[in-house]
C-alpha cells in the first residue's frame, strides 16, 4: 500500500524559510514524477514545484527562485525547500506522486503553511 507522509509546515513570519518532507512507503519514489501542490481556502488546488524520474525539476512561476524541490533517494523522501516565505504563500500543502506502473495518483493528507506577522 502506498503511503505519503508530510511533515515540515507550521507558522513563519513573512521572509522566513521552512523545510517540508514527503515520506514514501510501499514504493520506490525515486521512479515516479512527484509534486507539491497546494491548496488556499477558497481557490483550487496549484502544482508548486514538480520532480521527474529523471530528477528535472518544475515550479510555478509564483515561487521560482524562491522554493527547491529535491529528492533523497536513500530516504525515499522528497523535500521542498520554501525561503523568502509571503503571506500569499500560506495553504494547506500536499505530496503528490504520479504512478508510473498504474497512473494512479497518490496524495499525501496535506501540512499547513501559515506566513503571518
Known amino acids: 500500500q502506498v503511503q505519503l507522509v508530510e511533515s515540515g509546515g507550521g507558522l513563519v513570519q513573512p521572509g522566513g524559510s521552512l523545510r517540508l518532507s514527503c515520506a514514501a512507503s510501499?514504493?520506490?519514489?525515486?521512479?515516479?514524477?512527484m509534486g507539491w501542490y497546494r491548496q488556499a481556502p477558497g481557490k483550487q488546488r496549484e502544482l508548486v514545484a514538480g520532480?521527474?524520474?529523471?530528477?528535472?525539476?518544475n515550479y510555478a512561476d509564483s515561487v521560482k527562485g524562491r522554493f527547491t524541490i529535491s529528492r533523497d533517494n536513500a530516504k525515499n523522501t522528497v523535500y521542498l525547500q520554501m525561503n523568502s516565505l509571503k503571506p500569499e504563500d500560506t495553504a494547506v500543502y500536499y505530496c503528490?506522486?504520479?504512478?508510473?506502473?498504474?497512473?494512479?495518483?497518490?496524495w499525501g493528507q496535506g501540512t499547513q503553511v501559515s506566513v503571518s506577522s
Open positions: 510501499g514504493i520506490i519514489s525515486r521512479i515516479h514524477p
Open positions: 503528490n506522486l504520479h504512478s508510473l506502473w498504474n497512473s494512479r495518483d497518490y
Open positions: 520532480i521527474a524520474g529523471g530528477d528535472s525539476t
